[in-house]
Structures are given as C-alpha cells and as structure tokens.
C-alpha cells in the first residue's frame, strides 16, 4: 500500500517543482513555470504554496504509519502457531472504529472503595461492641455474681485479645486491629470492674493512684501487645495511654499547679523516648504496617530532631544484598516515629506551659512595696517563677541531651538540621526560665529586658563560638571532617537560633514604646505653625525601651563585629551561580540530596550549606559575610542615639540637633566607604528622624531643612566617585531631595517670617523656577531629576495659589515666562513652547475675569492666535498634515465663539468684525487652496449673512399675503425636482472641488 506525494514546493529530498505539471523549477522562485507558464506569484500562489506543503506533511506522516502498520501485522502473523499460554496482562483496547453518537459512556469508578468501606463497617462494630460491653458493665453488673462477672469479662476479654493472631494469619488485618482495639477497651472496663466490685480492697486506693497504675499497665501492656503481633491500633492506644498515669501521679499527690503539670508532662517524655530508644537498638526490626504514617506526616516538621535518635537506627541505609532488609526496617520504624512524635509534643506542650505560667506571673502588676499583698504577691511571684525552672530545666536538658548524640558505628544519629532544631528548642526552654527568672524582681516594665539579657548574652557567645566555624576546606580527602565540623556546628548554631528568636520576640514591646517616642513631636505641629506662642509640652520615653533598643543594638553591632559568613550560619546561598547564569541543575540533583544518608545532612533550609564543606571549597555568597547584621545595627543605631537626650529628660532641641548632626555624620562615614546597605541605611534613618521631629518647632524647622539641603547637594556633587552602580543612583536621589528640601526651606522661612499661603507657594515657585538654569547646566540622570522635581514643586505651588486668583496670575505670568526660557533648549523647545503659551493664556484669562471682562473674544483670540501660530509652523514643517489639523483648532477658537454672541448682542459691530475676519479667511484659504480656512470661512460668513437678512424677510414676509410664501415653496420645489440630476452632478463637484484643496 504505497503512494507518491503531490508535486510541489519540494517534498523532503526532492528539487522544488511545479505544483500543477510538477517540473522542476530551474530557479528558486520563478514568476512563472517554465513549462505550463502557471503564476507563481501573488496571495493566491502563496496559499497554494502553503497548502502544498502541508499536504506533503500529511502524506508523509501517513506513510510513516503505514509501514508501522505492515510491521505490526508482519510480527503478529508469525506469532499464529505459538501454543496458547497464561495471557499476559494487557492494557484495556478501544474499540474498533468511532464510537457511536449517543452511545452510553463507561460506568464510572465507586464513590466509596473496598478498603473504606471495610474500615467503616469495623470501626462502626467495634464501637458498638465497646458501648455494649460498658453498658453490660455498669448497667447489669449486679445481677451476676463474683464468679459470674469474672468469668463474663475475662471471656471476653481473653477472646478479644485471643483472636488478633489467628485473623492475621488469615490475611485478615483488619478484623484483627478492630478485635485488639475492642480487647483493649474491655481490659479498661475490667479495671474499672474490679474496683467498682471492691476485689482485693482495691476501693479503699485513692481514684487517681488507682487510675494511674491502671493506665500505666494497659498502655505497656498494649504497646507490647501490639509489637509483638505486629498490629498498630494496640501500638497507638498504648502510646497515647501512656500520656495519663504523670498527670493521675501528680493529682493524686495533692500537686495541682501548673508547674507540676508541666514537669510530669516532661518527664513523661523523657522516658518514652528513653524507652524507644531502648526498643530501637536491641529490639529486632519488625516489618510492621504503615502504622501512624498519617500521624508521622502531619508532627515531622516539628518533631523530627527527637524522633530521629530513636528512629535513626531502624532507618539507617542499606546496600547492595541488604536493600530489602532496608526497606522493611522503613517500614518497621513508622511505629517508633509516631510514638516519637507523640513524646515530644508532649514534652513540648509541658515546656510550653511552664513558659507560660511564669510569663504570667511576671506580667502581674506589681503593688505598693510598703503593703502585704505586695509581699505575698511577690512570694507567689517567685514561686511560679522558680518552680518553672524544673519542668523547663529537664526538657532543656532533654532537647540538649538529644542534640548532643554523636553517630556512633551501625548508627549514623542525627543530622545536623535535626540536632540544630533540638538545639534551639532546648535554647529557648533555658532563656525562658533565666528570663522569668530575672524578671521577677525589678518592676513590670522591664519584663521585656529582663528575658532579653540573657538572650543577648547566649547570642554573643554562641556568635564567638561559630565564628569562623564555617571556613572552607580544599581536599578530596575532607568530606568525613567537614561532616564532623557541621556535626559540632549544629549546637551552637541552634543555641544561637534560639537566642535570636528571644531577643527578638523581647525586643517587640521596646520597639513599639520607640515607634511611639518617634512619632511624638508630629501631634504638635499644628500648634507650632498655628501663629500664637509655642506651647510647652512634655516629651518623653521609657528608660526600659531605650534600655532594650541599646541592648538589641550592642548585640547586632558585636555579631556584625564578628564577621559570620553565611556559611557560619549555615544559611544557603539565595541563588547559586549555575542558576543565576541560567544554567539548569542536574537532573539527578534532587533525587541525590533526597536519597543522602542521616549523617550527611542535605535537606531544609538550615541543612542547606551543610554539602558544601563535605563537597569542596565553599565559594560565592556563602563566603563573604552576613550584611543584615550591621544593616540592622545602622537602622538602630541612629534612633537609639537620638532618643537618648529625650531618655535623660534634654530639652526638645537637643534631640533635634543630635538627629541632625547624626544625618552630617553619617553622610560623611558614607562618603569615604564604599556604598553598601548599611552606609545607605543609616543617612536615610536621620534624615527621616529629623524631618519627622524639626516640624514641632518653626526655628528647628528651618535649621534641618537647611542641613538637609545642603547634604544632598554635596551627596549630589560628591556620590560620582560611588562603585558603578550605585553612584548615579545617589545622585539622582540626592539631587532630587536638595531641590525639594530647598522649596520646603524657602516655605518654612516664609511663614516663619509671618507670609501668608500665598507668600508661601511663591516662595515654593521661586525655588522651582531656580532649578529650571540648574538642570540646564548638569546632564544626564541628575539633570531630569531636578527638572522633574522643580516641575512637581511648581505645580504644586500653583495648586496651592487657587484660593488667591490674583496671587493666581501672577505665578502663572511667572511660571509661563519660566518655561519660555526652558524652551531656550533644543531638547525641551517644543514642550516647553506648549507649556508657556497655555500658562500666559490662562494667566490673561484669570486677570480679564478679575477686571469684569465678559466679551467672548477676549479670551478666545489669544488662544486662537497662539494655536495658528503653532499650527502654521507645524504645517511648514511637516507638508503632509492636513489644513484641518493645523488650523482648524485656531480657527474654531477664534470664530465659534463670536457667533452665539452675534445671535444674541443685537449691535452692528460684532456681525462686521466677524464677517470681514470670515470674509479674509475664506479669500486666504481659496487662495490657499486650503480646505479648512475655505469651509469655516464661508460657514461663518454665510451665517452673518443670514443673520443680517434675517430681520428685512420677517419685515417683507409680513406685508406679503400669506399664500404667496406657499406658493413660492411649491415653485421652488418644482423647480428643484425637473434639474434634480442638473443639481446632484454640481454637488459632486463641489465636492471634488472641496477635496482637492489641502
């Protein structure tokens, strides 16, 4: 089955040919074929050409499947007389030929599958057979006797827990958790049993002993159970029973705070990990089900570096014969990470509540020293405080103790990421407890402080500690020493984790006492710039809140001191350089960092760098060191100075003057460094901080504006010798800034000198008039940026003039013959012209509607004479506009609006002028042989005319009888309708004649 393709273009390997006698073509595109003279030119030869070729395309690819086709075939007739074997499975086939329209489609999947429906009808079973089984226990208890309720629950009960074995060798997994989990419950009841009966005086032991012996033997009993049989219900109900027997001890020793809550919740977690650490390095691997797969997924993120010690051996890789044993080892330790997991929010959730029982305390108001409630407060203070230091204490110790496990051979341990979140929770356990600690004695307002210290105080050390903790290596001989070196990184560096997270947190309410204290000279900037005397008022901040900036300040100033790289801080690098120039990863990338060993710490944002010393050097970004902290130093830096005259109770100028002189200080440090965030940050934190506080007083005002003037001038002259970059951006945002501050400046002096609005938006024009020679004079970037600016000063000066129209005309008339010397310049000539002609306009107009002006022509004649102007030389420079965009907005604007004026003045002078200026405008346009000047001239003229006939036809038509205008009507339209052809061919060619003209 075969077929040639059409002639044409060319097919692949063929010369290109004639689409309708296929001759080759001797050129590439002739006009014509050689031979049957076909054109091969034009939109209809281009579509021809294109549907050519896509015909060839099909026809080849049908070609292609052909041959698929034979071979196919061919293979399976050779395989007719083969023996008939087990059919393999097959994908499902589609059915021969089109589907039918209409035909009903495949029945969809269930909404419920096998396994669902199965766990809900056990899950549903078992509970009825639980509630049953209470309600036989404490409903119908006492129509047996001893021996009858004896031998009814321990039936049951042996038959419940009996049957879980023969049902998985049966493959019935199900059925056999849903039998432990009913078994398990009826071993409560008989618990509950068997003190309700009084066996063997068990009444007489207190309710919650009794429970939290009772609890604490069904929960091992049902993790081994559970274990051993291989079933997860048992495993999960022990481990989650478990949580009970601590908190029933403390109740039944009388200890109901929350203290004691806290450390048996701890405590508690300490030995479940100690347990199933035990049970992972002695017990042999079990291949269990996924048992708390969901529960593992869902607590992973955060309990990850406690489960992992357990886990860890299970879970350690395998090679080569061991795979499988591996991955049933997998399988086998999703038990322990889900206990593991349960054990340490649990332990957490107790520091959790020891933390926040001593934060209470100390947040407490404290009460008069010299009465007895303060004493006793301050008792009970310091007792909270000082028992949180236990439960805190050992999950400290806890967390710490499993970040300090060190791999040891047949067990990799943890990872670095893992160890360093352990660390830091462990870390802020500790801080808390110093924090509560500290806090307890000064007053509340230094709370905030007192946690913060000794975060500070961990932060600077853990800081010298991983100080060049992150070096590079060279080597192919120093991957195992580079994984040790990351291994002891992971503590301090979780340490210092936890002690930036609490310095942090602590440092809130300072910062939020600071941001008031700035903002606090804006509420007196009304009463400053009313006009009456200034008004004393009262400025002052928290000693607490200076104190806690000073100390978050030291702090970010030391760590900068240190130098950290980021390789110190374990911080990836935010683009490695393969990805910033573009270059894609490898494909295998993924699946090899996936795939590390525990040891070998590859994955999550604080393992990230932990590759690059087992790997090589380390270079780029993670190299150099770490900006943010001395960003952050520059950013505090500057209002923790100078709040401290408001901090000492200094007069209001003081902490102006420090503001200011901080901005000339930083400006200079700026210009001899290189331009680098901090350098920037801290100008930019003084300028702000002065121009928010100058504004409370007149004088003060003055002064910063005029210092912040002056250095954006020098920024603007001086910031050329800036790395490529970053200098032209300064200047121009230094160039910007010297021209607003100047138009503030030149405002604040004017009102300070008693001006009013007026005065002031003049003195706001002058300065942006002044920038127009300036921007001349400079070039480039810095040149635009003051042209703008002066421009946005200007306007809004003129906004802010509405109110006076006088004042109005007058900035108007400046501004308009400032852009007239703008317009001096080539690049700005056009613009420029606009500009000024529309400001003097406007300008006129405002002073004749001043003068009681009405006349129309007033107003419109110098807009028009200004748009002729404009359009005259724009027709002279560009031929190919029409007249119609040259002078028709000119010619509007002068005669438009004379007409209704004309219809409405019944004088003779306004038809005359009007009339001989139409008359000279239609001569000038026919002598032109301008379309526009012709049409609107002889419009306007023809409209004069009839208004000045218009009064003799009512005076004639008056004397007339009133039939004869009838009858001249009907005349005229006879005549009109016997040369109707005679009329239409004059109209056409009046309107040739119309459209030749220009």
């Not at 509340?444 to 590079?472: H, I, K, M, Q």
């Not at 590759?611 to 780029?620: K, N, T």
């Not at 102006?656 to 002189?661: D, E, Q």
């Amino acid at each position: 089955m075969t077929s040639t393709p059409p002639p044409g273009p060319g097919a692949p390997g063929q010369v290109p040919a004639c689409p309708d006698c296929g001759a080759p073509f001797e050129t590439d595109r002739p006009a014509r074929c050689g031979r049957c003279r076909l054109p091969l030119t034009g939109a209809a030869a281009a579509t021809l050409w294109q549907v050519t070729l896509a015909l060839q395309g099909v026809e080849a690819q049908r070609l292609v499947l052909l041959r698929q086709r034979d071979d196919l075939l061919a293979g399976l007739r050779a395989r007719r007389d083969e023996p008939e074997g087990a059919p393999a499975p097959v994908p499902a086939l589609p059915a021969w030929g089109p589907q039918r329209p209409g035909a009903p489609a495949a029945p969809g999947r269930p909404e419920v599958s096998g396994r669902s429906a199965q766990t809900a009808l056990l899950v549903l079973g078992g509970l009825l057979v639980s509630i049953a089984a209470l309600v036989f226990t404490v409903v119908s208890w006492g129509y047996l006797g001893i021996g009858g309720r004896a031998a009814v629950l321990a039936a049951l009960t042996g038959c419940a827990l009996a049957l879980p074995p023969r049902l998985r060798r049966r493959g019935l997994s199900a059925t056999a958790e849903t039998s432990a989990a009913i078994g398990l419950a009826l071993v409560l009841l008989d618990f509950f049993a068997a003190r309700a009966a009084g066996l063997a005086g068990l009444d007489a032991v207190a309710l919650p002993a009794y429970w939290a012996a009772a609890t604490a033997l069904t929960g091992a009993g049902a993790a081994a159970y559970g274990w051993v049989l291989r079933l997860r219900l048992p495993v999960v109900a022990g481990v989650l029973l478990w949580r009970l027997p601590g908190l029933l001890v403390v109740d039944a020793l009388g200890l109901g705070g929350a203290d004691a809550v806290a450390t048996a919740m701890v405590a508690t977690a300490a030995v479940d990990l100690a347990v199933l650490r035990a049970v992972a390095g002695r017990a042999p691997a079990r291949a269990l089900p996924a048992a708390g797969a969901v529960t593992t997924a869902v607590t992973a993120p955060v309990t990850a570096p406690v489960t992992a010690p357990v886990t860890a051996p299970v879970t350690a890789p395998a090679a080569g014969p061991a795979a499988g044993a591996a991955s049933r080892r997998t399988v086998g330790a999703v038990p322990l990470q889900a206990a593991g997991a349960v054990a340490a929010l649990w332990g957490g959730l107790g520091a959790f509540l020891a933390g926040q029982a001593s934060l209470s305390a100390v947040l407490v108001p404290r009460l008069p020293a010299a009465s007895a409630a303060a004493a006793a407060a301050a008792d009970e203070r310091w007792a909270v405080v000082l028992g949180a230091w236990l439960p805190l204490g050992c999950f400290a110790l806890l967390a710490l103790a499993v970040s300090l496990r060190h791999p040891r051979p047949g067990r990799p341990g943890l990872s670095a990421g893992h160890r360093r979140v352990a660390a830091a929770l462990g870390g802020v356990a500790l801080l808390v407890a110093c924090g509560g600690t500290v806090a307890a004695g000064p007053a509340r307002e230094w709370g905030a402080v007192a946690y913060a210290a000794p975060a500070a105080l961990l932060a600077l050390a853990t800081g010298a500690l991983l100080r060049g903790s992150g070096s590079d290596r060279t080597g192919a001989g120093e991957q195992a020493s580079g994984q040790r070196r990351m291994l002891g990184q992971a503590v301090p560096l979780g340490l210092f984790h936890a002690a930036a997270l609490v310095l942090v947190v602590a440092s809130v309410p300072a910062l939020g006492e600071i941001v008031r204290a700035v903002l606090a000279p804006l509420g007196q900037v009304r009463a400053a710039w009313a006009g009456g005397p200034a008004a004393s008022w009262a400025w002052s901040v928290a000693p607490a809140a200076v104190t806690g900036l000073w100390l978050l300040l030291a702090v970010l100033a030391a760590l900068a001191g240190y130098g950290l790289t980021r390789a110190d801080l374990a911080i990836a690098p935010a683009a490695p350089a393969a990805a910033a120039a573009g270059v894609p990863a490898p494909a295998g990338a993924d699946a090899t960092r996936a795939a590390a060993p525990a040891a070998v710490p590859a994955t999550g944002p604080a393992a990230g760098p932990a590759s690059g010393p087992a790997s090589g050097a380390a270079s780029g970004p993670a190299a150099g060191p770490v900006g943010g902290f001395a960003t952050a130093a520059a950013l505090l830096a500057v209002p923790a100075l100078a709040l401290l005259p408001v901090a000492l109770g200094l007069p209001y100028g003081v902490a102006v003057a420090v503001a200011a002189g901080s901005a000339v200080a930083a400006v200079a440090y700026a210009l001899s460094r290189p331009v680098r965030p901090a350098t920037a940050v801290a100008p930019v934190t003084a300028a702000v901080l002065a121009l928010l506080w100058a504004p409370a007083d007149q004088v003060a005002t003055i002064a910063v504006l005029a210092v912040l003037a002056a250095l954006s001038v020098v920024l603007a002259v001086r910031a050329g010798a800036a790395p490529a970059g970053a200098g032209p951006a300064v200047r121009v945002v230094a160039a910007a800034c010297a021209v607003a501050a100047s138009g503030a400046e030149g405002a604040a002096v004017t009102a300070t000198a008693g001006g009013t609005l007026p005065d002031v938006t003049l003195a706001m024009l002058g300065v942006a008039v002044a920038s127009a020679p300036v921007a001349a004079r400079t070039g480039g970037a810095v040149s635009r940026a003051v042209e703008g600016t002066g421009y946005a000063l200007g306007a809004l000066a003129l906004l802010l003039t509405a109110g006076a129209p006088g004042r109005l005309a007058f900035a108007l008339v400046v501004a308009g013959v400032a852009m007239s010397g703008v317009a001096l310049r080539p690049e700005r000539r056009r613009a420029a012209s606009l500009a000024a002609t529309a400001l003097l306009i406007v300008s006129s107009w405002i002073r004749l509607a001043l003068s009681g002006v009405g006349t129309p022509e007033a107003y419109t004649l110098s807009a028009a004479v200004a748009a002729l102007v404009i359009g005259g030389l724009r027709l002279r420079r560009h031929p190919e506009a029409g007249s119609w965009t040259a002078y028709g907005p000119g010619l509007g604007l002068g005669l438009a609006p004379s007409l209704p004026a004309m219809w409405v003045d019944g004088g003779w002078l306004r038809p005359l002028l009007l009339g001989s200026a139409a008359l000279v405008v239609t001569v000038l346009g026919a002598r032109s042989r301008l379309q526009c000047p012709l049409v609107l001239g002889g419009g306007v003229l023809l409209l004069v005319g009839v208004h000045e006939l218009a009064p003799v036809v009512v005076q004639v038509l008056g004397l007339l009888p009133r039939w004869v205008p009838l009858a001249f009507a009907g005349l005229l339209l006879l005549v009109l309708g016997a040369t109707y052809e005679q009329r239409l061919r004059d109209a056409r060619r009046l309107r040739a004649s119309l459209g030749r003209l220009h």
